[in-house]
Nanobody
Framework: QVQLVESGGGSVQAGGSLRLSCAAS??????????MGWFRQAPGKEREGIAA???????FYADSVKGRFTISKHNANNTLSLQMNNLKPEDTAMYYC????????????????RGQGTQVTVSS
């Protein structure tokens, strides 16, 4: 059974940084072959795909986070990271990692086996 566990969230002031991590276990195939991503959901808003990384290392970002967030995949220990810099109040949300299936990485229909999430709160 696939399990994804997010960590690293917290409360920061605008302009601050956080680094999120996602630990994967129970995978059927080696972690290296998986297309992984992060999405977020703020209260009253739809889920938003924000970053993803393919097995070949190709990265994808939503325009809202491009230049501020960096996704990385650590195959040696089955973890996914999201470095978030220059955080803004509008980044406040619950953040989830998930397996991405298909090429529409930013669509919620492509996300599988998400974890419980980690809360990020950015104050102005």
């Amino acid at each position: 059974q696939v399990q994804l566990v997010e960590s690293g969230g917290g409360s920061v002031q605008a302009g601050g940084s956080l680094r999120l991590s996602c630990a994967a276990s129970g995978l059927r195939y080696p972690y290296t072959v998986y297309f992984m991503g992060w999405f977020r959901q703020a209260p009253g808003k739809e889920r938003e795909g924000i970053a993803a990384i393919k097995s070949d290392g190709t990265e994808f970002y939503a325009d809202s986070v491009k230049g501020r967030f960096t996704i990385s995949k650590h195959n040696a220990n089955n973890t996914l990271s999201l470095q978030m810099n220059n955080l803004k109040p509008e980044d406040t949300a619950m953040y989830y990692c998930a397996k991405v299936v298909g090429m529409q990485w930013d669509k919620s229909t492509s996300w599988y086996d998400r974890g419980q999430g980690t809360q990020v709160t950015v104050s102005s």
